[in-house]
């Protein structure tokens, strides 16, 4: 953390005082962020992809220079087709929100002494998305979602867009009367306050936009860009997947699943009770469906058979991983909820809050983190070890994690204060027993 230099009282109050301690390396990191994210994503493709040469090693660089140079460079990234149709599948997530029928579960209580209520109905709305994909192919075969993988490019652009215009919306709705600003994010500097998210909770009427972006239409959509590149491989392929395919789309897919029918469980994360809606967490409508999905578009154009044995060792990865990962945030999930129903041991803090001690928060303070680092490696698993790039989410997710973990434990610090260091010598180890 660095501190925040030049701070007023200006834009400050009571409920939304400055924010003095910088995340991220500050202004610097934050711009670095802003700009490398959505490069990186370009990267990815124009590093990855048949067009320009493939992913291993050597990529045709004099075609993506040639691409770069030529006016192919500005005009190959826009497209109105493709843009329209981010926009209508965008809409197709605002109002399956609205219409479908949900439970109302209230948040955790804010500074101000309110409680947000969010309507859950996130898994009705991936139902209704893949039973229209599945009168799709019922209908028309697998053709019509070929177009995905066509203008991939161009609706990485709708949708980077769409990321800057949501957050550049919330800032500047922020300084509405009244708001409720992020303690993180009311530092005074524009591209901090931006890249964090100035404003807590920002809402269009009882829609939360944070809650709503960082789960459904990037989550959602991840989903469906799968699908389309298992039915673009099979209008190659002659209506035939490969087994790496299948395996890829399947446990992603249920990753996507697990994460909209466990919908309520992100109320609780930092992320929505902490963090502002800037465009870091804005970025998560493209990074999920343009970054995570890299395997299945790889596969595409390298289909790789793996056989019977590999398919089961890689399975057997992902089972495990997604076992660590549900087990770990179902105990604590029933814990903060008040149930215990393994008796797990627990550490009851001065604050009166309590924390767990076994089970699996007894074997780290991140476990859930440890077993979605597995599903990641079972992801890229499929696609051989031909190139690295495949394993870049793998990376990627570790430094994000790693990082995730240092905030936290730093959040938790403040928190618990000299508990939190009596919970560090009980359970010593960050993520990774004996190794992290
Ligand atoms: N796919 C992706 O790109 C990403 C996935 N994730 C996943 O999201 C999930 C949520 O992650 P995240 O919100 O970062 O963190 P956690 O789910 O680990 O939650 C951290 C919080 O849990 C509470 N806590 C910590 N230790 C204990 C304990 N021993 N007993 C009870 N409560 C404890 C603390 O809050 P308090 O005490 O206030 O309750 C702490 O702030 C994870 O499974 C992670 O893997 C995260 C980022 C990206
Ligand atoms: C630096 C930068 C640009 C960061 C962007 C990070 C975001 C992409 C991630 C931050 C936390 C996330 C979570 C999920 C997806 C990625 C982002 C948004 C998540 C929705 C994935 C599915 C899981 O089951 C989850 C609900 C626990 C998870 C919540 C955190």
Same mark, same amino acid.
């Given at each position: ?94 109002? %399956?929100?609205? +219409? $479908?029928? *949900?439970?109302?579960?209230?948040? &955790?209580?804010?500074?101000?002494? !309110?409680?947000? #209520? ?6 009705? %709305?991936?139902? +209704? $998305?893949? *039973?229209?994909?599945?009168?799709? &192919?019922?209908?028309?075969?697998? !053709?019509?979602? #070929? ?18 215009? &949501? ?270």
């Amino acid at each position: 953390m660095t501190s925040a230099e030049g701070k007023t009282t200006a834009g400050s109050s009571e409920l939304n005082p400055r924010t003095t301690q910088y995340e991220f390396l500050g202004p610097p990191g934050a711009l670095a962020i802003c700009i490398g994210t959505p490069v990186v994503m370009y990267a990815m493709y124009f590093g990855c992809s048949e067009e320009y040469g493939g992913c291993s090693p050597p990529v045709d660089w004099a075609a993506v220079a040639g691409a770069l140079t030529s006016w192919r460079w500005w005009r190959g990234l826009w497209d109105t087709q493709a843009a329209s149709l981010y926009l209508a599948y965008y809409g197709f997530v605002v109002v %399956s929100w609205y +219409l $479908l029928p *949900g439970k109302f579960v209230q948040g &955790l209580p804010m500074r101000n002494g !309110q409680v947000k #209520t969010y309507k859950v109905n996130a898994f009705a %709305s991936m139902l +209704l $998305l893949f *039973g229209i994909v599945a009168g799709v &192919l019922w209908r028309h075969g697998p !053709q019509p979602f #070929t177009i995905i993988y066509e203008k991939w490019v161009e609706l990485l652009t709708a949708s980077t867009l769409m990321s800057f215009a &949501l957050a550049l919306g919330c800032y500047l709705a922020s300084f509405r009367d009244g708001a409720l600003l992020a303690l993180g994010g009311n530092s005074g500097n524009f591209i901090y306050d931006f890249f964090i998210g100035r404003e807590l909770n920002p809402s269009i009427g009882s829609l939360d936009l944070k809650s709503f972006n960082e789960l459904r239409p990037g989550l959602m959509l991840w989903a469906l860009v799968d699908i389309a590149m298992a039915c673009t491989q099979a209008v190659r392929r002659g209506g035939h997947i490969t087994d790496s395919m299948w395996l890829v789309v399947l446990f992603q897919c249920w990753y996507v699943a697990d994460a909209l029918y466990n919908e309520s469980a992100v109320f609780t994360t930092m992320d929505i009770t902490s963090d502002g809606f800037g465009f870091m967490l804005a970025l998560a409508i493209t990074i999920e469906p343009f970054l995570y999905s890299l395997q299945a578009r790889y596969l595409v154009f390298n289909p790789i058979e793996l056989g019977p044995v590999y398919t089961a060792m890689i399975l057997a990865v992902n089972l495990l991983g997604y076992y660590i990962f549900r087990a770990a945030n179902g105990e604590k999930n029933d814990f903060r909820n008040g149930r215990n129903p393994k008796n797990l041991q627990y550490l009851t803090t001065e604050s009166g809050r309590k924390l767990l001690t076994s089970g699996w928060w007894g074997r780290s303070r991140h476990p859930n983190y440890m077993g979605d680092l597995l599903m990641a490696l079972a992801w890229s698993l499929p696609t051989g070890f031909n190139t690295p790039l495949t394993y870049f989410y793998v990376i990627y997710f570790t430094i994000l994690l790693v990082h995730r973990q240092q905030r936290d434990d730093e959040a938790c610090r403040q928190k618990y204060g000299k508990d939190w260091e009596k919970y560090k010598s009980i359970v010593p180890w960050r993520i990774l027993p004996y190794l992290y």
